[in-house]
């Protein structure tokens, strides 16, 4: 779902999110992080020179908690 220029997006820094995106339901209480593409993963981004951001945790199989967090450079 894109957004035209000029358009409006909701903004989540802190609380539950549904995504949109479905988890399994082993990934619940996994780390979410930010890939390189801006999608979500339950995997760490290991390139080199990538920032890893973490940003929140699965909450359920279509929601997590958002907190995000710069866990540093790979």
């Known amino acids: 779902a894109g ?3 000029g358009g ?3 903004v989540t820094s802190l609380g539950s999110l549904t995504t949109g995106v479905t ?3 082993g990934d619940i209480g996994k780390p979410v992080y930010l890939t390189s593409a801006g999608a979500f993963s ?3 981004p290991s390139t080199a020179g990538y920032a890893n951001f973490k940003l929140g945790n699965v909450e359920t199989t279509s929601s997590m908690f958002v907190n995000g967090q710069m866990m540093g450079i790979a």
């Open 23 to 25: 988890f399994v339901s």
């Open 3 to 5: 957004v035209s220029a």
């Open 42 to 44: 339950t995997t760490a």
């Open 8 to 10: 409006s997006i909701p």
